[in-house]
């Protein structure tokens, strides 16, 4: 395998653990984030200083969960406190916030990020396939969830707090349940990008990048972990196979984002939920 | 022996607006009551404040002896109270089964991490499937909720107050919306709930319907209570009768 599609397969991996794990904030629990770009970072940043100061492998990658899932879980809270519309503009703000506050930190890197990142010293092959094995298990950790009774609350608090509240379901330990696995599994993402890259600036990490893993989960299809595991995937091979798609990327995805929203709201998993019945019902 | 629902000296104001000004009673195991009024009396919003979705300015609310004044929505039903709203909220995505699994499994969603932990709902599928049955909707376990008419919405929301195994259920207008046949038959199914030993509090327009179901009335005005006791002894008062002509309010007799 090319170093070239070693690095891809990697980039690939990472960005269906960012989506699978924000499906799981904004799919199963509705609580829109546009922010995950952040616990992604802080993970990633968590992950680097524990590689520069033990370069232990273990001990960076608790130490990106537990980043990501502790920023998670205090915007979780916020989330308490308001409503849907605003907790999106909650979110694009700790994402600003924490783009900000990266690039000011001289123990960061400020914004010269951190270089010199030590290697795990399992190879560019060896990432990849850690970064694939945790890619796996966190589509079945999703699924898994999603069949449990945590994804059942889920969708009932997603659908309409109030309804669940009459059920006995208290809405506000779902949601911060909701940020705080999410997130975990983000700042997961987080350090694996650190042990794949071996260096990281805030740029990396920005609002415009949150859209993007939004992006696929829309265009995946809300809720749906098959769903947006595919559109991950292809979203993320797409401008590498086509050179004008990498050129106009956002435009693409701004493009793909309306047309999705506008036609299927229901997504890619829709499009084939539809497609199988039509086909059985013929 | 405690008092299933007791409220103390309950007020809420809304600016201005004293819509509960004091309300005091006890309602006994079992007890069914009618809690009526005319329109801006202060029934909705003190049905809000028992069921925790508003919190009084003043005053303590105990269900079974224990002070659930602070307590969330959430928390009182897993005290025993249950509730239906006067506008349907089924999970319109979610079957109709499925609506009431999840009442049925309460004690599976008491936290977050034990709901991860269990996925089999087989048990509560087969309580859901009965409970669906006794509100008369068997057959109807497949379909999306948002799919039903008003009158199965209706019972829909009885369905899922049962589902909560409760001790006393507050039902907010569950005929408002529903024609005569609809209308006979929910009556069928509330009377079925009270005969299983569910206390019953029932916030209805339809005087006819209270007058021929509820042991008790409990009539509000002005957010007070001006009439509490037998049916026909609390209309024949004459401030109850005059808060009716007052309040435009008319049997359906």
Redesign the interface.
């Known amino acids: 395998m090319s170093a070239y599609e070693i690095s891809i397969l990697s980039i690939v991996g990472i960005n269906v653990i960012l989506a699978v794990s924000l499906n799981m904030i904004s799919g199963f629990c509705g609580q829109v984030s546009l922010g995950h770009g952040a616990f992604f970072g802080a993970g990633a940043y968590a992950a680097a200083l524990a590689m520069v100061s033990t370069a232990s492998v273990l001990f960076a990658l608790l130490a990106a969960l537990i980043a990501g899932s502790l920023l998670g879980i205090v915007v979780g809270f916020a989330s308490l406190r308001v409503r849907s519309d605003f907790l999106a503009i909650t979110t694009i703000g700790v994402n600003f916030l924490f783009i900000g506050f990266v690039r000011k930190q001289a123990w960061l890197g400020g914004e010269m990020g951190i270089s010199g990142i030590p290697a795990t010293g399992l190879g560019a092959s060896g990432n990849m396939f850690m970064i694939l094995l945790f890619a796996g298990a966190t589509i079945a950790f999703s699924v898994y969830v999603s069949r449990s009774w945590m994804g059942f609350a889920f969708r009932a608090v997603g659908e309409d707090e109030g309804a669940a509240a009459t059920l006995g379901i208290n809405a506000g330990a779902y949601k911060v349940a909701a940020f705080g696995i999410g997130t975990a599994l983000a700042g997961l993402a987080g350090g694996l990008y650190t042990f794949f890259t071996q260096f990281i600036t805030a740029d990396a990490f920005d609002f415009i990048f949150s859209v993007m893993l939004m992006a696929m989960v829309v265009i995946g299809g809300i809720g749906s972990t098959s769903g947006v595991v595919f559109a991950s995937i292809g979203l993320t091979l797409l401008p590498e196979a086509i050179r004008f798609v990498n050129d106009y990327r956002l435009l693409v995805f701004g493009g793909l984002l309306v047309l999705v929203i506008r036609l299927a709201p229901g997504g890619l998993a829709a499009m084939v939920r539809n497609l199988v019945i039509r086909v059985r019902g013929t | 022996m405690s008092a299933a629902l007791q409220l103390d000296d309950v007020a809420i104001r809304f600016g201005g607006v004293q819509a509960v000004a004091g309300v005091s009673f006890a309602i006994e195991e079992g007890d069914f009551v009618g809690l009526i009024g005319p329109n801006g009396a202060g029934k909705t919003t003190l049905i809000k404040i028992v069921?925790?979705?508003l919190r009084p300015e003043r005053g303590k609310i105990t269900l079974g002896g224990i002070d659930v004044t602070d307590d969330?929505?959430?928390?009182r039903?897993?005290r025993g109270l249950?509730?239906t709203?006067q506008i349907v909220?089924?999970?319109?995505?979610?079957t109709v089964l499925?609506n009431v699994?999840?009442?049925v499994?309460?004690h599976?969603?008491?936290?977050?991490?034990?709901?991860?932990?269990?996925?089999d709902?087989r048990r509560e599928s087969e309580r859901a499937a009965h409970i669906l049955s006794l509100v008369g909707m068997a057959g109807t376990e497949r379909k999306l909720a948002g799919s039903l008419p008003l009158g199965q919405m209706k019972r829909l929301e009885v369905a899922?107050?049962l589902?909560?195994d409760p001790k006393i259920i507050l039902l907010d207008e569950p005929l408002a919306g529903l024609n005569h046949t609809e209308a006979s038959r929910q009556v069928e199914t509330i009377s079925d709930v009270q005969k299983r030993g569910i206390t019953v509090i029932l916030v209805e327009h339809n005087l006819e319907e209270v007058m021929r179901i509820c042991r008790r009335l409990i009539v509000l005005n002005g957010g007070l209570v001006i009439g509490d006791g037998e049916p026909r002894e609390v209309m024949a008062d004459p401030v109850v009768h005059d808060a009716y002509v007052g309040g435009g309010m008319a049997t359906h007799a």
């Open positions: 069921a925790g979705l969330a929505t959430a928390a039903v897993r249950a509730l709203h909220r089924p999970f319109r995505e979610m499925d699994v999840l009442g499994g309460i599976r969603t008491a936290s977050p991490f034990r709901a991860m932990l269990h996925v709902r899922r107050a589902a909560v």
